[in-house]
């Protein structure tokens, strides 16, 4: 069965420092999202594509944070300079020609920042 | 704008006995409905949803929900756990491609 990939599977970085984190969705899947999950809270949605495409990055920390799919395929999200707030599980899904409510997701990208 | 609330941070059931978690959305319309269940270091995978049509829904893994509009909840019941059901649910509400996440139910299993 087909399943998103996400890599490294955890992350520990210094604060100030830079930070990337790479997501495979399922192929054919058109769109992507970036969630981010910190304990105790429900997920937040930080960004979304449509193929190459940013349709949605309104909660994105611009300041910090960037997202690129260049290719339409896979994506890589970057946190410079990483902070103490952003200690978070940080979750990739997609969803493709069932329609936007079947989202895949991907095992995440645990980040501690010291 | 739609929410969704989980009043149940934590629930904790014995090894074979009946599981409620509850949930409660605000939506303007008829909701896109869904549980999902995130296992300890993975991601969330989808136990069942809900768009239209019979307001009691199956999901995978022996999960059922019931859609009740008089309430505005939409709540997962199980009816005997398994050691393996201890994880983390989030319900969660969507409309126009974008799915808004509860904070979840965190379920423990008592042996």
């Known amino acids: 069965e087909a399943e998103v990939a996400q890599s490294p599977r955890y992350k520990i970085t210094e604060k100030s420092q830079a930070v990337a984190f790479w997501c495979d969705p399922i192929?054919?899947?058109?769109?992507l999202y970036w969630y981010r999950q910190i304990l105790g809270q429900g997920l937040e949605l930080l960004v979304q594509?449509?193929?190459?495409?940013?349709?949605?990055d309104s909660q994105l920390p611009k300041d910090r944070f960037s997202a690129e799919r260049l290719k339409g395929v896979d994506s890589t999200l970057k946190i410079q300079p990483a902070e103490l707030g952003d200690s978070a599980m940080y979750l990739c899904?997609?969803?493709?020609?069932?329609?936007?409510?079947?989202?895949?997701f991907g095992p995440g990208t645990r980040l501690t920042v010291t | 704008a739609q929410s969704v609330t989980q009043p149940d941070i934590h629930i904790t059931v014995s090894e074979g006995a009946s599981l409620e978690l509850r949930c409660n959305y605000s939506?303007?319309?008829?909701?896109?409905l869904f549980w999902y269940v995130q296992s300890p270091g993975q991601g969330l995978q989808l136990l069942l949803k809900y768009f239209s049509g019979d307001t009691l829904v199956q999901g995978i893994k022996g999960f059922e929900a019931e859609f009740k509009r008089s309430q505005s909840s939409f709540n997962l019941r199980k009816p005997s756990v398994h050691w393996s059901d201890a994880a983390e649910y989030f319900c969660?509400?969507?409309?126009?491609?974008?799915?808004?996440f509860g904070k979840g139910t965190r379920l423990h299993i008592l042996p």
């Open positions: 594509f449509q193929d190459e495409s940013v349709v949605d």
């Open positions: 969660a509400v969507g409309s126009y491609d974008k799915i808004i």
């Open positions: 192929s054919g899947h058109a769109t």
């Open positions: 899904a997609s969803s493709g020609p069932g329609g936007w409510y079947e989202q895949y």
């Open positions: 939506y303007g319309a008829t909701p896109y």
